[in-house]
């Protein structure tokens, strides 16, 4: 488990990170604890005190994960699947499921266990949803589930013509989430604990995207515009819900908006992941700027022409809408650029560009990934690396034999 508590001293060159990968083979990622360490460190800084409960999606490593909750204000995971969540509450005891689930088999075996039913929380975020978990759980005897309300975060304008935001959760209005509360409760084998709404139109969307200034104006105006008609409906649906059972926590945010959703009275904890690894995806934002500290290194095996090298994979592609920025960036050595004509690829990745002519055989070639805990997907572990020194080594899910999506 990483020491994300030691002191923040300097980051790691990737010529150090070169010479400390130097005896694994490659494609190899490493992270480097001291960016990892200052990352940590401003999500507490920017969440003002509100318990931060880190997205699992975005880490992938439950040696990271541990290391991140043994911090101060770090508090409980957010997870992405419910075979996940019942994996993690084997060592976990506040595992928040932050998607509903229609595995009938992970639910028969929350139902069945009461050490799990009491450390994980459900999803729910309608009537249909409500049901068939109610159904799949099966008797109405055994230990009392978890559950947690949905409130669509989305901005809907011209009378709810024009969406703005995740297509999440169909609860959208106080009165909405305060019916399906009220559903919630009169199930005999629920209890209602939690609301969450995940405001991605602002937490997932940088404010200062390269490209047209005209661009940046008009995101920047949707998200003041989405975050003040946000504060007011969250506020009185959890008001509303709270007439109906008390909460024992309102989760909101992502690494994008800390510090705009902590920000809020109704709002007693955040969510964050992504703000720990810092991928490329979040290099464009106005209110926080992480260090990029997860990295992976791929070899060069081809010199196809004097302009050119060729290194080995590489076609790590970022989920969400298809475009560039969905693609892993080359960053070491400095002026490499992927070919528009091939870009990253699934077992080779050609590079032009200013630094491709000085590249041999042999030689790596680092990249960022677009999105922070999908790189673990691609390797067994994560090399770890302080001011230039290998210091150990982090198994990813999928170094741990679990593949969860």
């Given amino acids: 488990m990483p020491d994300l508590s030691a002191p923040r001293r300097r980051r790691t060159s990737f010529g150090e990170l070169t010479t400390a990968t130097a005896g694994l083979p490659a494609p190899c990622a490493a992270l480097d604890l001291a960016a990892l360490r ?9 969440a003002a005190g509100k318990p931060i409960r880190i997205a699992s999606k975005s880490v992938r490593s439950r040696a990271v994960l541990h290391g991140a909750l043994a911090l101060d204000g770090m508090a409980g995971v957010l997870a992405y699947t419910l075979p996940e969540a019942l994996w993690l509450a084997g060592e976990i005891e506040d595992v928040l499921l932050g998607y509903p689930t ?12 009461e050490q799990l039913a009491a450390r994980v929380t459900l999803m729910i975020d309608s009537a249909d949803q409500l049901e068939f978990t109610a159904a799949a759980l ?21 009378a709810g013509r024009l ?42 969307i940088g404010d ?12 920047r105006a949707m998200q003041r515009a989405s975050a003040a008609e946000l504060h007011e409906r969250r506020a009185a649906a959890v008001a509303a819900v709270r007439a109906v059972a008390p909460l024992e926590f309102v989760n909101g945010g992502g690494t994008g908006s800390l510090e705009l959703t902590s920000a809020e009275e109704a709002v007693t904890e955040v969510a964050a992941g992504s703000g720990l690894f810092a991928p490329a995806l979040f290099d464009h934002y106005t ?25 080995l994979g590489g076609g790590w592609i970022a989920s969400g ?53 999908e790189l673990c997907e691609h390797v067994d572990e994560l090399h770890l690396v302080d001011e230039g020194r290998l210091t150990g080594s982090a198994p990813t899910y999928r170094g741990e034999g679990r593949t969860f999506l």
């Fill in 321 to 373: 809408p298809p475009g560039r920025d969905r693609l892993p960036v080359p960053v070491w050595p400095r002026g490499l650029r992927l070919l528009a004509t091939e870009g990253a690829g699934e077992v080779q990745t050609p590079l032009g560009g200013p630094g491709a002519a000085g590249l041999r055989i042999g030689d790596r070639v680092w990249f960022r990934h677009a999105k922070a805990g």
């Fill in 38 to 46: 200052t990352n940590a460190a401003d999500l507490l800084r920017r």
């Fill in 163 to 204: 969406h703005v935001g995740s297509r999440r959760s169909p609860a959208h209005s106080p009165e909405a989430v305060a019916r399906l509360a009220r559903a919630v409760t009169r199930h005999p084998r629920f209890t209602l604990v939690g609301l969450m709404a995940y405001e991605g139109q602002i937490a997932g």
């Fill in 102 to 113: 229609a595995d009938e088999q992970a639910l028969a075996a929350l139902a069945a266990d």
């Fill in 208 to 219: 200062n995207q390269p490209g047209s200034p005209v661009t940046r104006l008009g995101v």
């Fill in 138 to 158: 099966g008797s109405p005897g055994g230990p009392p589930i978890r559950v947690c309300l949905e409130l669509d975060a989305s901005l809907r304008l011209a």
């Fill in 287 to 311: 209110r926080f700027h992480p260090l990029p500290a997860a990295h992976f290194a791929l070899p060069v095996v081809r010199r196809p022409s004097p302009r050119h090298a060729t290194v």
